[in-house]
């Protein structure tokens, strides 16, 4: 059976979907998470303790919006959240279950949560954002600058969507099929290969504005995506060994997005 194709433009020239065989680097992922559990278990054995949410949350700090990958939920971003919250960070769920809409729909609601989030906090979001997720960070960094402080991606193919493995492209042929079909919430062809997609597109292909920082954290080792499409050329790029699914529990990626949070607007790279 045929898959419906995804736009040309989400494809430049240049890009590549990752071979059929390098979605194996995903098994890595066991390990990663093993290595999180690890230095868990060191730091618990160690006496320490997350402070949030007690007295010791950073009073000057942005809060952070954690949004997840595709056909995934803020659960996925449960390693992120502890890590960030131990840092003293005040951490928020996008309130996405499972990441499978239309992706201009899916960042107006998220551009819905962040002013709720702005309002209660009394200042700008820094937004942490997992593949997809970090593609609707880099547009809504674009429209609403005076919401967002700061975004970090990891692993997020912001220069060509479209290099992307097979694997991939059949979860979302199984979207949009489930869509014609009268399921509700989905992606629908428009969102892969017409308007909707463009209009996704070109607003993340925009320059940020230079009170924004924008951090893309990416690896080579990534078995989904081509990682050449996630080093936007206007982001501080920072280089993990991990796999794409790993960056979400992997230490030393979620180290990097800790560092990048931390350091905030002085990571901000000149255009």
């Given at each position: 059976m045929a898959t419906f194709p995804v736009a040309d433009f989400l494809l430049p020239e240049g890009f590549?979907?990752?071979?059929?065989?390098?979605?194996?680097?995903?098994?890595?992922?066991?390990?990663?998470?093993?290595?999180?559990?690890?230095?868990?278990?060191?730091?618990?054995?160690?006496?320490?303790?997350?402070?949030?949410?007690?007295?010791?949350?950073?009073?000057?700090?942005?809060?952070?919006?954690?949004?997840?990958?595709?056909?995934?939920?803020?659960?996925?971003?449960?390693?992120?959240?502890?890590?960030?919250?131990?840092?003293?960070?005040?951490?928020?769920?996008?309130?996405?279950?499972?990441?499978?809409?239309?992706?201009?729909?899916?960042?107006?609601?998220?551009?819905?949560?962040?002013?709720?989030?702005a309002a209660r906090r009394g200042r700008r979001v820094t937004i942490v954002g997992h593949s997809l997720g970090g593609l609707l960070a880099r547009g809504l960094a674009v429209r609403r600058p005076d919401l967002i402080s700061g975004i970090v991606t990891l692993g997020s193919p912001m220069l060509a969507p479209g290099a992307h493995h097979v694997a991939l492209t059949r979860s979302l042929d199984a979207l949009v099929r489930l869509s014609r079909a009268g399921v509700p919430g989905l992606m629908?062809?428009?969102?892969?290969?017409?308007?909707?997609?463009?209009?996704?597109?070109?607003?993340?292909?925009?320059?940020?504005?230079?009170?924004?920082?924008?951090?893309a954290v990416y690896s080579r080792r990534d078995g989904i995506v081509d990682w050449r499409a996630c080093v936007d050329p206007l982001a501080t790029a920072v280089e993990v060994r991990s796999s794409h699914l790993g960056m979400v529990v992997d230490p030393a990626a979620i180290r990097a997005v800790c560092g990048a949070v931390a350091a905030g607007p002085s990571l901000r790279s000149e255009p």
């Open positions: 590549d979907a990752p071979g059929r065989g390098a979605v194996l680097r995903e098994v890595r992922v066991v390990t990663e998470a093993g290595r999180l559990a690890w230095s868990r278990f060191e730091r618990r054995v160690g006496g320490r303790r997350p402070p949030y949410p007690g007295q010791t949350v950073l009073r000057d700090v942005d809060p952070v919006v954690l949004v997840p990958g595709f056909m995934a939920g803020d659960a996925s971003l449960s390693a992120l959240t502890h890590a960030l919250r131990e840092q003293g960070h005040r951490t928020y769920r996008s309130r996405i279950h499972a990441n499978v809409g239309c992706t201009v729909r899916a960042s107006e609601k998220l551009e819905s949560r962040l002013e709720s989030v629908a062809l428009e969102c892969v290969a017409g308007d909707c997609a463009r209009t996704s597109f070109d607003e993340s292909r925009l320059p940020i504005p230079p009170e924004v920082s924008f951090t």
